[in-house]
């Protein structure tokens, strides 16, 4: 059973950075694409960025385009988000996902990270 294990979270304030880092536990394995997922109190869990994993084409959420950045490290199979100028809004627990092709949706999943922007 892969599992995935986050780190980085923390309480920052607004326009304050964040890196976030995950990495899959136990036996190496090899996705198509890894990202991150956030969900705040009463909202709905949204995919904030994610990253194919051989050609490392990115995606993004309208909201944080500009000031995340999602890369990979193909050595460590970890994956980040770096996370700068943080608005309040960006306050949710942070989750890392991964699949293992195109047409299956995320299926593995982190335990999640709480970040937290203060104002």
């Known amino acids: 059973q892969v599992q995935l294990v986050e780190s980085g979270g923390g309480l920052v304030q607004a326009g304050g950075s964040l890196r976030l880092s995950c990495a899959p536990s136990?036996?190496?394995?090899?996705?198509?694409?890894m990202g991150w997922f956030r969900q705040a109190p009463g909202k709905e869990r949204e995919l904030v960025a994610d990253?194919?994993?051989?050609?490392?084409?990115?995606y993004y959420i309208d909201s944080v385009k500009g000031r995340f950045t999602i890369s990979r490290d193909n050595a460590k199979n970890t994956v980040y988000l770096q996370m700068n100028s943080l608005k309040p809004e960006d306050t949710a627990i942070y989750y890392c996902?991964?699949?293992?092709?195109?047409?299956?949706?995320?299926?593995?999943w982190g335990q999640g990270t709480q970040v937290t922007v203060s104002s």
């Open positions: 996902a991964a699949r293992n092709n195109y047409y299956t949706p995320y299926n593995y």
């Open positions: 990253i194919n994993w051989s050609a490392g084409r990115t």
């Open positions: 136990g036996r190496t394995f090899s996705f198509y694409s």
